[in-house]
């Protein structure tokens, strides 16, 4: 089965930037993708959640391992895996 190589992130705070998560989430292994949502009405705040795709499954599963119920800017996240393939 494919394993997967994107990665939900939650619970983040208003302050998390997506460069914030590129620094944190790099070190696990090279990142293809960040899709980091924003408030329509308010484009400077991110919606308190972020999806990082890697390049292979096995650096999402380290990002994972290492990063659920981490801290991000002084708050626990989540970090769950991402099976189903991106949204056309």
Request: net charge neutral; glycine share 6%; proline share 7%.
């Amino acid at each position: 089965s494919m394993k997967p190589t994107k990665v939900h992130i939650g619970r983040l705070t208003r302050n998390v930037t997506k460069d914030h998560i590129m620094e944190i989430f790099s070190t696990y292994g090279k990142i293809k993708m960040i899709d980091m949502p924003v408030e329509r009405m308010h484009p400077h705040l991110s919606k308190g959640y972020a999806y990082v795709e890697f390049e292979n499954p096995d650096e999402a599963e380290k990002a994972l391992k290492h990063m659920d119920g981490g801290q991000i800017d002084g708050q626990e996240i989540t970090a769950t895996a991402v099976l189903a393939p991106w949204p056309r």
